[in-house]
């Protein structure tokens, strides 16, 4: 099983997966994704998966084809399901037993779908599956966080490259969540106003609206002020709330195309970039008796986004060494240029 | 000029260096490193860079052959060493002009060396550089804090295959920077003792030394008990300093000695991996009259060391979304392995 150690000097959890690779010599080749007749992903290739744990489906049995949407668990878990939760010191040092969700939502049975192509519809039964799965887990009272993140091409992480998104189910607050969630508390304490929200007003409110990217009823994609990756961006609802499970139909349909849109523009204007895609929710507030927790406390200051960014630049010395990052291209003009298509000048993409 | 913009949500400063890529274009191809006649490191080439700010030569006059380290400022600077610093708001944001210093120290004349096989006097040379510049650039009362790092290899950021490394000095202090200070001042407040002394002496007390990689009078190579990489390393100076520049040349020679034995090591056991090298140390402690600064004020608490880190797994969605990793190899077999040569039995290696 992996175990969970927590790096004590910058308060970070990582996970010692010591079952995925083992000799130095694993790592020296690149995964080779296997050609679309062999895809594990594929439709007809059911039983090559672990048994499906969700599926949407016209009524066809499970581990069976017939369906849109499939989860299952990832054959090399980083976490494992089974176990208990057990947290213990170590000297001066913490760590805890590997206990995790770790689950791979496979978008589509067919192995050349991408999201640009895929009905809006379809991308909307995704955003579905994402928050069934999430609802699910937080049942289980070992869960504290749920991360959802789309891995698109090898250079971005992906090993298949049949579309397929993950989701991980953590028995701790990660500190990048911990981070968003503090500075969230801490300026509503002060303002009693969302930070998130106010951010968003104020890119809004500005004549040019040099970094908004796209806008519709529900979403905004902004190009962030202090991006730091060339052209990432950051998808937000308009209205205020701390978690995505939460949204209805309406809205999973606006998110969908507003996904659909970014995703699309990245294919056709930065020649099919390798991606991340990472979907950032607040922690998982059912009550737990006995266990009152802070974190859940401060849940519903969060404003739940999404975070993309094409990889085309390198993280190396200077990013590991200081957490500062250097980007080469203006958040204003690659705002502008992923607008392009939409509309030719920057107020009308707003419908 | 390049702009520091502040992201608000976490806290983190990010170059904004529009000058360095331009269109979406720029990024497709990766750099091709010349071919050694004509890079612009090697001896005799002086001119095709720009003037040199510093070098260890025997007599030589500026910009000729005839020295053994060379420093030059980089020719694609991601901040400008000229021009005043100004802080502004903009709305709710944060940013500041892109002030700064960044050097590249060219390790050595000849294209082909490499750390694993220069003299140990020779990398002392080079640690000797560091702090060289180092110092010299805390005179400046713009710059807070000084990163020197060391990308080797395309896929670790290098642009250029001879042997050098990079240092940047910074008008603020970086996060990363921020959250060790943090914690080894709470930590100190707490037990008037160093965490980092405190966390060295666990490792180096335990029956087993299970994550001691390599000791020598001066440092010690550790496995990190939450190391988020396979096979990455810290190193520490045995005696707690917070400040690399303090180091008198017995000392230096020791840690050229140290970064000789693991670089080595990784070239030998881990077929010549691409990796960063990071120098941490303390922010600039010369006082500025008239501006008494919390960060120098804490900057005794730190305790310098070096972190670096093969390049050998992804960091996709999951890393990002999160700030969590996942680390295939258990640092104490990492451990194991790193030290095979040195020694078969893991407390010989102490000498």
Avoid at 162 to 174: E, G, K, V
Avoid at 187 to 192: A, F, L, P, R
Avoid at 221 to 240: D, G, K, T, W
Avoid at 290 to 298: A, K, L, T
Wanted: hydrophobic fraction near 35%; include cysteine.
């Amino acid at each position: 099983m992996s175990e969970l150690r927590k790096d004590p000097i910058v308060d970070r959890w990582v996970i010692i997966a010591a079952e995925r690779g083992h000799r130095p010599s694993d790592f020296k080749a690149p995964t080779e994704p296997p050609k679309s007749g062999g895809c594990p992903f594929c439709e007809g290739n059911e039983a090559t998966t672990p048994p499906e744990i969700y599926a949407v489906r016209d009524g066809s049995p499970p581990n069976s084809p017939g369906w849109q949407v499939r989860v299952v668990p990832n054959k090399f878990p980083a976490l494992a399901i089974e176990g208990k939760l057990i947290r213990s010191g170590f000297g001066r040092l913490d760590r805890m037993t590997g206990v995790g969700a770790h689950e791979v939502i496979i978008e589509s049975p067919n192995h050349s779908d991408d999201i640009p192509t895929m009905s809006a519809d379809h991308i909307a039964l995704i955003l579905d599956t994402y928050a069934h799965r999430t609802n699910d887990l937080r049942r289980d009272e070992r869960f504290r966080h749920t991360i959802i993140f789309r891995n698109y091409k090898g250079e971005a992480g992906a090993s298949l490259s049949h579309p397929h998104s993950q989701l991980i189910a953590l028995p701790f607050i990660p500190k990048l969540a911990r981070e968003k969630l503090v500075s969230a508390r801490e300026y509503y304490q002060n303002k009693e106003r969302c930070i998130f929200c106010d951010l968003i007003e104020q890119e809004l409110n500005m004549p040019e609206q040099e970094r908004v990217i796209y806008c519709n009823d529900y979403f905004v994609i902004l190009s962030p002020f202090a991006a730091r990756f060339p052209f990432s961006v950051e998808i937000y609802p308009l209205q205020h709330h701390h978690d995505f499970v939460a949204m209805d139909s309406t809205t999973q349909l606006a998110l969908a195309e507003t996904l659909q849109f970014i995703l699309g523009q990245y294919k056709d204007l930065l020649a099919d970039p390798a991606y991340n895609m990472t979907l950032q929710t607040a922690p998982n507030t059912i009550p737990r008796p006995g266990h009152p927790d802070y974190w859940s406390s401060i849940a519903y200051d969060y404003h739940w986004h999404i975070e993309i960014f094409p990889r085309l630049t390198k993280v190396a010395g200077f990013e590991w060494g200081t957490g500062c990052y250097i980007n080469p291209v203006a958040p204003e003009k690659a705002a502008q240029y992923l607008r392009a298509k939409a509309s030719s000048s920057p107020g009308a993409n707003e419908q």
